[in-house]
């Protein structure tokens, strides 16, 4: 499972889901931080990954498409690098189990 993070979420998420055993990359690190939202959708629609990210209109496109990427929609309000990773390293686990059921909007409150 290959994930893509998106610009409001740090690198470190990316990271973190690394050391976890599974394919990640920060826009930051493919050259799409100021890309459009259609673009980073285009990549990962392309590359197979799951968008995580905290933008709305990615929740929006993919409730209104049937195909393409699967999004994880973080809603949670503006935190430390450090308190996002706490928070979301135990949600982690049921992240993965909905999109092996093939959840195509996971929302993570």
Do not use: C
Request: proline share 5%.
């Amino acid at each position: 499972m290959r994930f893509l993070i998106d610009a409001q979420l740090p690198p470190a998420l990316a990271r973190w889901i690394e050391s976890q055993g599974y394919s990640a990359e920060h826009v930051a690190d493919i050259a799409l931080a100021e890309a459009s939202d259609t673009a980073i959708w285009d990549y990962a629609k392309r590359h197979g990954a799951v968008i995580v990210t905290k933008d709305e209109d990615f929740a929006v496109r993919r409730t209104l498409n049937t195909s393409g990427p699967a999004v994880v929609w973080i809603r949670l309000g503006n935190t430390t690098k450090s308190q996002l990773l706490q928070w979301f390293e135990p949600i982690f686990g049921r992240i993965i189990e909905s999109l092996q059921r093939g959840e195509p909007l996971i929302e993570v409150t």
